[in-house]
């Protein structure tokens, strides 16, 4: 079955890095679009970034251009974020999302905890 699971989230100071991962199986990744989603306390869903199956094409929502860089490794079954120069509002519950019928998997998440 279809799995995504991410890990590399924490705790950092501002102004730090993070690098995320997210897992794949189940699934060919290189015949999908995959997302970074995230959920900060108490807000909605916000989509982060996207990437194109062969990571010809990268997306991002304004706030991280420039700080957020998304990859992936189709060989690996892996997507990744790096995430720089992390901000107080940043800190959410990052998610891995397949892009196939609509964004039809998604992964558990993982933390990302901006503070001094």
């Known amino acids: 079955q279809v799995q995504l699971v991410e890990s590399g989230g924490g705790l950092v100071q501002p102004g730090g890095s993070l690098t995320l991962s997210c897992t794949t199986s189940?699934?060919?990744?290189?015949?999908?679009?995959m997302y970074w989603v995230r959920q900060a306390p108490g807000k909605g869903l916000e989509w982060v970034s996207r990437i194109s199956p062969g990571a010809e094409s990268t997306y991002y929502v304004d706030s991280v251009k420039g700080r957020f860089t998304i990859l992936r490794d189709n060989a690996k079954n892996t997507l990744y974020l790096q995430m720089n120069s992390l901000k107080p509002g940043d800190m959410a519950l990052y998610y891995c999302?397949?892009?196939?019928?609509?964004?039809?998997?998604w992964g558990k998440g993982t933390l990302v905890t901006v503070s001094s």
């Open positions: 999302v397949r892009s196939g019928a609509g964004m039809d998997y």
């Open positions: 189940g699934f060919t990744l290189s015949m999908y679009w």
